[in-house]
T-cell receptor, first 109, second 115 residues
């Protein structure tokens, strides 16, 4: 099946810093979604991307759908303590629904 | 309710037993998905329903796993002869978009522990 490589695996940053994480694949996806998961809860949708090259923002979050349709990145600006959690990319394609392995974000106040 | 709900929130069972996990999707969502999430990993796709039918069950690991959605709303994931390796969080998601693509909204999950 299709595999997603998500990096970095974890990040420890200071409050106020910007954060960037990305996912790459050897296969093409039609949709890229980014989710955040807190302990003991289900993933919560942050941003959805539907077109190659699309750049979308949601508050302090910005995500892009790579032009080759094989990658996506998520940026978080001016991080705050409540940004702590695990971030997952999620690609959907022809008979493929694939999550990345996650980026664990810790924010030091 | 407003979101996806799953019951029970926790289930502890013994090896070899049968378990059922329930998912109530967002009202009106025609697509429903089951995923399994092991500790420290991303969710893994199990099965996708469009309406009452399983549109894609390619993620079910073996024939001990089965899911139904008889009326196109609530779904039940059934696991026979549970094994310790089945221990994980089972997540359900629903979507108003068909075709397996589009925004999916997740429930809180059921944590299954097989002793």
């Amino acid at each position: 099946g299709q595999q997603l490589n998500q990096s970095p695996q974890s990040m420890f940053i200071q409050e106020g810093e910007d954060v960037s994480m990305n996912c790459t694949s050897s296969s093409i996806f039609n949709t890229w979604l980014w989710y955040k998961q807190d302990p003991g809860e289900g993933p919560v949708l942050l941003i959805a991307l539907y077109k190659a090259g699309e750049l979308t923002s949601n508050g302090r979050l910005t995500a892009q759908f790579g032009i080759t349709r094989k990658d996506s990145f998520l940026n978080i600006s001016a991080s705050i303590p409540s940004d702590v959690g695990i971030y997952f990319c999620f690609g959907t394609g022809r008979r493929a629904l694939t999550f990345g392995s996650g980026t664990r974000l810790q924010v030091q106040p | 309710g407003a979101g996806v709900s799953q019951t029970p929130s926790n289930k502890v069972t013994e090896k070899g037993k049968y378990v059922e996990l329930r998912c109530d999707p967002i009202s009106g969502h025609t697509a429903l998905y089951w995923y399994r999430q092991s500790l420290g990993q991303g969710p893994e796709f199990l099965i996708y329903f469009q309406g009452t039918g399983a549109a894609d069950d390619s993620g079910l690991p073996n024939d001990r796993f089965f899911a139904v959605r008889p009326e196109g709303s609530v779904s039940t994931l059934k696991i026979q002869r549970t094994e310790r390796g089945d221990s994980a969080v089972y997540l359900c998601a629903s979507s108003s978009t068909s075709g397996g693509e589009g925004e999916q909204f997740f429930g809180p999950g059921t944590r299954l522990t097989v002793l």
